[in-house]
Structure formats: C-alpha cells, structure tokens
Nanobody, 120 residues
Framework: QLQASGGGLVQAGGSLRLSCAAS????????MGWFRQAPGKEREFVAA????????FYADSTKGRFTISRDNVKNTVYLQMNTLKPEDTADYHC???????????????WGQGTLVTVSS
C-alpha cells in the first residue's frame, strides 16, 4: 500500500512537503510518481523519480518549484512544493510502477490522496 500525507492549507507563495510511505511491499525497485486532481478536472502528472533517484521528470507547471526525492531505506518518496500557487490546489496521489513514466495509465499501484489547498 501507498499512503500519501502532508497536505494542508497554505497561503500562496508558501511551501509544503508531501510524503508517500510504502508498506506491505518493497518499492525500492519501483519508479514513483506524484499526480494531482483538482475539482472538476482530470488527474494530471506532477513529477516522477526512478527507483535509484537518478532520473526525475516534472510537469512544466511544476518545474523549478517542486522537487521529488526518495529514501529507499525508509521506503518513502517526497514532494517538496515551494512557491505554491492557488492553481496547485488539488488532491495529490502517489503511484508506483516498474520503470519511470509520466503516463498516468502506466502506473500499477496507487495510494489515497492528500489534499493541498492554496489560498490567494
């Protein structure tokens, strides 16, 4: 299972760090991704990281503001979000698959989301 946490209410320009903890399976050999879904919108890619942490991808909308990282000893992936904007408001989910990808449908394992609300 994957469990995301760390969401909350923050003012525009602020920061949050999301965590995604894996249990019941070792995800150290899996690529991990973060995705988000805003109310009334489709789920979209945010960031992804390879199993080693050596390769990362970001959506254009988050590049330069968000940083994805992982700690394979703790079986946890992080998403550091800085300079948050109201349009970042969404339910954030983590997911896992063999091999890094930015494509939502290619991810096999999904966790419950954590809500991020950015006020203007």
């Amino acid at each position: 299972q994957l469990q995301a946490s760390g969401g909350g209410l923050v003012q525009a320009g602020g920061s949050l760090r999301l965590s995604c903890a894996a249990s019941g399976r070792t995800f150290s050999r899996y690529a991990m991704g973060w995705f988000r879904q805003a109310p009334g919108k489709e789920r979209e890619f945010v960031a992804a990281i390879s199993w080693s942490g050596g390769t990362t991808f970001y959506a254009d909308s988050t590049k330069g503001r968000f940083t994805i990282s992982r700690d394979n000893v703790k079986n946890t992936v992080y998403l550091q979000m800085n300079t948050l904007k109201p349009e970042d408001t969404a339910d954030y989910h983590c997911a896992a698959r063999r091999g890094i990808s930015t494509t939502i449908s290619e991810y096999n394992y999904w966790g419950q989301g954590t809500l991020v609300t950015v006020s203007s």
